[in-house]
């Protein structure tokens, strides 16, 4: 199975900036979609960016303009660029793949999550 494990959460004053990497392990595999969720405090978890292997992305509108999404595939590696915070943007953040694994086919993963807290 593959892992992610998320970094670079943490506590910002609204205008800020942080940014999210989330690095995927396992062993030969390649990985399809890589995305960002979150989840506040009694909501649901929702997306708010993806991209494709190919680079093509996709933004929530409460994010756009604000967050860039990216990826290395050499490294197997999203990150998520995040400006302009706003204290609505206070979430746990969990990275998402899809990946096709030699020995076990396609599948999904989560990461464990990552605090993001915006001070007004």
């Known amino acids: 199975q593959v892992q992610l494990v998320e970094s670079g959460g943490g506590l910002v004053q609204a205008g800020g900036s942080l940014r999210l990497s989330c690095a995927a392990s396992?062993?030969?595999?390649?990985?399809?979609?890589m995305a960002w969720y979150r989840q506040a405090p009694g909501k649901q978890r929702e997306l708010v960016a993806k991209?494709?292997?190919?680079?093509?992305?996709n933004y929530a509108d409460s994010v756009k303009g604000r967050f860039t999404i990216s990826r290395d595939n050499a490294k197997k590696t999203v990150y998520l660029q995040m400006n302009s915070l706003e204290p609505e943007d206070t979430a746990v953040y969990y990275c998402?793949?899809?990946?096709?694994?030699?020995?076990?086919?396609?599948?999904?993963?989560w990461g464990q999550g990552t605090q993001v807290t915006v001070s007004s």
């Open positions: 998402y793949a899809d990946y096709l694994a030699l020995t076990t086919g396609w599948g999904t993963n």
């Open positions: 396992g062993s030969a595999f390649s990985i399809n979609v």
């Open positions: 991209i494709t292997r190919g680079g093509t992305t």
